[in-house]
């Protein structure tokens, strides 16, 4: 079946663009090495997020105050936050009440490289994550580097990053949200390494293939 649609496929893309979360593949390399979809660059003055039912991008918000993502921001297509990744954290967290946030996976990508707009594929490796846990939901945001980045690309793990860097970048997902008067509802419980982002990305895979099974049985029917 695979050899009849993936010609067929193609040719859809020559007229269609594919939908970033469900048409583009996370590649045969993944979870060392994955195609990821940016949606934020550091210069981006307006928070951007991908419409689930068109594919296009759209303007979630404009930025209130000098939050500025530190890096290339966006999610890991074909991934769900849902109950294999909320069950993790629930074992991590030892929170029962926790669910999935029944979104793609987050992940911020370093590079030294100024790329000025969103709206793009990427190739990234996982090094670690921060297990956020927002208004009692999964939202796991894993921590990468652009592949083959030429100062970045050395760093392996997530203990590779200098303790600043990781502090801004924990410091933006604390604060993104904030609003005067609001209590915070949104923790980083844990700094993950390696081989924990590999586990919450495999699980977030299974979580898609089980909540949109039947998307995929429809589209063979195609």
């Not at 663009?17 to 660059?41: N, Q, R, Y």
């Not at 604060?175 to 982002?197: F, M, Q, S, V, W």
Request: glycine share 6%; net charge negative.
């Amino acid at each position: 079946m695979s050899r009849i649609m993936d010609p067929i496929g193609r040719l859809m893309g020559l007229r269609y663009k594919s939908h970033p979360w469900h048409g583009v593949e996370i590649g045969d390399e993944a979870p060392e090495v994955l195609t990821c979809f940016i949606e934020m660059v550091p210069t981006d003055t307006v928070k951007y997020e991908v419409d689930k039912v068109s594919g296009y991008l759209k303007i979630d918000r404009p930025q209130k105050y000098s939050n500025i993502v530190p890096a290339l921001y966006g999610f890991i297509p074909q991934t769900f936050s849902g109950d294999n990744v909320a069950e993790f954290s629930r074992e991590k967290t030892g929170d029962k009440s926790i669910t999935g946030d029944n979104d793609p996976i987050d992940i911020l990508i370093l590079t030294e490289k100024e790329i000025t707009h969103g709206d793009i594929l990427v190739r990234a490796r996982p090094i670690g994550g921060f297990r956020v846990i927002d208004r009692n939901e999964a939202d796991d945001k894993i921590i990468a580097i652009l592949n083959n980045d030429a100062v970045y690309g050395a760093y392996r793990n997530i203990s590779d990053i200098p303790e600043m860097i990781l502090a801004r970048l924990k410091h933006y997902f604390l604060t993104y949200k904030d609003l005067p008067g609001n209590k915070r509802d949104c923790e980083i419980t844990h700094t993950y390494d390696i081989e924990e982002a590999y586990k919450v990305i495999n699980l977030s895979i299974k979580d898609y293939k089980l909540r949109f099974e039947s998307l995929n049985e429809a589209l063979l029917k195609v």
